[in-house]
Structure formats: structure tokens, C-alpha cells
């Protein structure tokens, strides 16, 4: 059974930091590219970071720059989002993703809600 499981959503205010953690049980890990996702009420979801399969290689939005920062631990099966200088617009329900390298399959986790406010 597949699984992507968030944690380390909270509640944090304006200039805080929070670390995201999608566990992934159920499939090769090692062979699935990793990103995150978030979605803002009334928003589409956007990415906001990925991660090759070997941690090689990271790709971010313009507007995490700098504040974010994605990396993965294969030993564990768990790809990381670090938050920095967390600002309100980036209140959101983030989901975690998975890509495989070849074929076409795809999983999602059922997201965790970051709140930025004082």
C-alpha cells in the first residue's frame, strides 16, 4: 500500500520556521523524483520545491528562493521541507508528491496545514 505521509504543519508566526516531513511507505523510493505542493484557499496548487531522485537536484519557485529549502533521506524514505522567514501569503495546505523516473506513476499525501499569522 502506497503511502505519503505530511507532518509538521502548524501554526507559526510572521519570520518563523517550519519543517515538513513527508514519510513514503509502499514503493522504490530511491527511483521517484520528490517535490512539494501547496495550495492556498481560493488558489490553484502550485509546486513549491523538487528533488531528484538521488537528491542531486533541487528546483524551486521564485518566491521560495532563498526561504525554502527541500532535501531527501533515502535511508529513511522521507523527503524534508525546511521554512524559513515564513511570511502570511505562505499559508497553505502543503502536499507532498512523488514521480517515478520512468513510467508514469504518481502519489500524493493528504497535505498539512502551514498558518502563518501573529
Known amino acids: 500500500q502506497v503511502q505519503l505521509v505530511e507532518s509538521g504543519g502548524g501554526l507559526v508566526q510572521p519570520g518563523g520556521s517550519l519543517r515538513l516531513s513527508c514519510a513514503a511507505s509502499?514503493?522504490?523510493?530511491?527511483?521517484?523524483?520528490m517535490s512539494w505542493y501547496r495550495q492556498a484557499p481560493g488558489k490553484e496548487r502550485e509546486l513549491v520545491a523538487a528533488?531528484?531522485?538521488?537528491?542531486?537536484?533541487?528546483n524551486y519557485a521564485d518566491s521560495m528562493k532563498g526561504r525554502f529549502t527541500i532535501s531527501r533521506d533515502n535511508a529513511k524514505n522521507t523527503v524534508y521541507l525546511q521554512m524559513n522567514s515564513l511570511k502570511a501569503e505562505d499559508t497553505a495546505v502543503y502536499y507532498c508528491?512523488?514521480?517515478?523516473?520512468?513510467?508514469?506513476?504518481?502519489?500524493w499525501g493528504q497535505g498539512t496545514q502551514v498558518t502563518v499569522s501573529s
Open positions: 509502499g514503493f522504490a523510493f530511491s527511483f521517484f523524483a
Open positions: 508528491n512523488a514521480r517515478s523516473i520512468v513510467g508514469a506513476r504518481e502519489y
Open positions: 528533488i531528484t531522485n538521488t537528491g542531486g537536484s533541487t
